[in-house]
């Protein structure tokens, strides 16, 4: 079955810092997508980046950067420069390919940013 | 989080009675998914449907749960004699054919006193 793990319950980070919340994950298909999710305070899901198994670049969207190491089954989210409204919980989420694509969320992070 | 809408954001229903949830996809996106969110952990997968189709519904308890996207308006979680248990937030999901992101709702907090 496939699975999500992120060790890391909660993060501290000084602002304008970089910061980095693990995620590793199980699966047998060679076909999948990882995505990490920001949930802030007030409870909505923010989409931030997204990996394919098949691409060979980590994504990056401007702060984010995504760590993927393919044969470690690792998708690590590097936040760089933190900012005060960096604070909230992050979800790593893998997506199967069972022709559902429904998302198998990790437990979360919680990441406080402190001035 | 490009325009899905789901409400009420927050609903309080005592216990034994019926909660009704609504989700309306981003225009233009076939798949919504429903996921529940206890309070401090993930969200977990519950139903997956299509216009007029329920295409997996392995996440969502046999009893009490049920879902429907007919074919013009919301998509509808029902949850039947509602009990201490089901409070939570449930979170509606869209996404398109060839797209790679699922677009998030607000979500609705279900609070069952």
């Known amino acids: 079955a496939q699975k999500i793990t992120q060790t890391q319950p909660g993060m501290f980070v000084q602002e304008k810092e970089a910061v980095t919340l693990d995620c590793t994950y199980d699966?047998?298909?060679?076909?999948?997508?990882l995505f990490w999710y920001k949930q802030p305070s007030s409870g909505e899901m923010i989409f931030l980046i997204y990996q394919g198994s098949y691409d060979e670049q980590n994504a990056t969207e401007g702060r984010y950067s995504l760590n993927f190491q393919k044969a470690r089954k690792s998708a690590n989210l590097v936040i760089s420069a933190s900012q005060l409204g960096d604070s909230a919980m992050y979800f790593c989420?893998?997506?199967?390919?069972?022709?559902?694509?429904?998302?198998?969320f990790g437990t979360g992070t919680r990441l406080q940013v402190f001035p | 989080n490009a325009g899905v809408m789901q409400n009420p954001r927050h609903l309080v229903r005592r216990r034994g009675q019926e909660a009704r949830l609504r989700c309306s996809p981003v225009?233009?996106?076939?798949?919504v998914y429903w996921y529940r969110q206890l309070p401090e952990e993930g969200l977990k997968f519950m139903v997956y449907l299509q216009k007029e189709n329920i295409i997996d519904e392995s996440g969502m308890p046999k009893e009490r749960f049920s879902a429907e996207f007919p074919k013009e308006g919301p998509s509808i979680l029902r949850i039947q004699q509602v009990v201490r248990g089901d409070s939570a937030a449930y979170f509606c999901a869209s996404y398109r054919d060839g797209n790679t992101e699922a677009f998030f709702g607000q979500g609705t907090r279900l609070t069952v006193v």
């Open positions: 699966t047998s298909d060679q076909s999948y997508g």
């Open positions: 225009k233009g996106h076939s798949h």
């Open positions: 989420a893998m997506r199967e390919a069972d022709n559902t694509d429904k998302l198998i």
